[in-house]
């Protein structure tokens, strides 16, 4: 009968032990709960691309900036692209939907600022289908202006080049010459 109540108050004390730690890692303090977090990427994670998807927007920096401000906008393109793409799919013109799926590129510089404004919006190169530009320039406009930049970036302004594939892509023109 001892060992029985021995047990039954060392299982009690190791349950209390526990319950005890568990309390210190989620009090007001943090504990090692706020050392792990820290410890964690701030970085989101990259979403996963269907393969074979056949509308595609890939964003890149399209001017000089300084390596350091490059690196520490590496974070920020990912988000930009997703918000856009986002607003891309969801005015997608019926040129683009079934039964039609017309094929096409569009490719679009701007300036986004570090309050991330965006200015002198620019087709660089045409689908050949109007309805296929406007509805990327609407994209980009709908979702301006984006986040600032991330703290202590150098440049005041970024040039950047939005691509724009709609259903695998091909049929391009090059732009309109004013």
């Not at 927007?57 to 490059?70: M, R, S, T, W, Y």
């Not at 013109?93 to 991330?116: F, M, N, S, Y």
Request: aromatic fraction near 6%; include cysteine; proline fraction near 8%.
């Amino acid at each position: 009968m001892k060992r029985i109540h021995s047990g039954v108050l060392l299982l009690a004390l190791m349950l209390l032990g526990f319950q005890a730690g568990m309390a210190e890692g989620s009090s007001a303090g943090g504990g090692n709960q706020a050392q792990k977090s820290k410890a964690l990427p701030t970085q989101p994670p990259a979403a996963a691309k269907p393969a074979g998807d056949p509308e595609t927007l890939a964003v890149e920096v399209a001017n000089q900036i300084p390596p350091v401000d490059h690196d520490n906008l590496k974070a920020y393109w990912p988000v930009v692209e997703d918000r856009t793409k986002a607003q891309w799919m969801h005015g997608l013109p019926a040129l683009a939907k079934p039964p039609q799926l017309t094929a096409g590129e569009v490719r679009i510089t701007c300036w986004v600022h570090t309050d991330g404004r965006v200015t002198n919006l620019a087709v660089e190169q045409s689908s050949g289908k109007a309805a296929l530009d406007r509805a990327a320039l609407a994209a980009i406009t709908a979702t301006s202006p984006y986040d600032a930049f991330p703290y202590g970036i150098a440049v005041e302004q970024v040039k950047v080049r939005f691509t724009f594939v709609y259903n695998g892509g091909a049929t391009s023109v090059p732009p309109l010459v004013h």
